[in-house]
């Protein structure tokens, strides 16, 4: 065998390997050669988009909100201490892990007032069903009833716990002339 025929065999050999390789490229397939040497991620894994793997939720939403409390007339040094909770929406067709929280916070029935304590534990519950619910503070425009008087309260629709006080009888005394 020659050289030269060695050398034409090598060159076929190669001009074959290019034109492959250049086929390959047309199809986005990878080349046999370039698949020897190094692994190159698949064209169609690339250009797949998922709607599960970025939230469309913009994360504003998610940021804390402290500067709102002048807007909505809370107080940040005193927050109020109890919340009244009311559900107002459905749980039909809503997914399992909301209908178990308003289960956990006793929220089956609708439109009947709940009342939570306002601390992070109860508040990273209700972020989840915000959609479902109506948070109000607990206001009490005639201060904390006494026991006594726990009997003749009662919770209106806009969160305040009216005691209604019963009138008692004057002692009356009598006028001696």
């Not at 190669?14 to 986005?28: I, S």
């Amino acid at each position: 065998m020659l050289a030269s025929d060695c050398f034409s065999d090598n060159f076929r050999l190669f001009n074959q390997q290019v034109n492959m390789a250049m086929l390959c490229h047309g199809l986005h397939i990878p080349s046999p050669i370039k698949a020897l040497t190094e692994t190159t991620p698949l064209p169609w894994l690339i250009s797949f988009r998922s709607k599960f793997t970025k939230s469309r939720i913009p994360q504003e939403l998610l940021d804390e909100r402290s500067q709102e409390h002048e807007k909505y007339g809370g107080n940040e040094e005193q927050p109020h201490k109890l919340h009244v909770v009311t559900r107002v929406k459905s749980t039909m067709r809503r997914p399992y892990w909301e209908k178990k929280l308003v289960e956990g916070l006793c929220l089956q029935k609708a439109y009947v007032p709940v009342i939570h304590k306002n601390i992070p534990s109860v508040n990273n519950q209700l972020k989840f069903i915000k959609h479902l619910v109506r948070i109000q503070p607990l206001k009490l425009p005639h201060g904390l009833p006494a026991e006594e008087d726990l009997a003749d309260t009662y919770l209106n629709s806009k969160g305040e716990l009216i005691v209604r006080r019963l009138l008692k009888p004057v002692e009356s005394k009598a006028i001696e002339s």
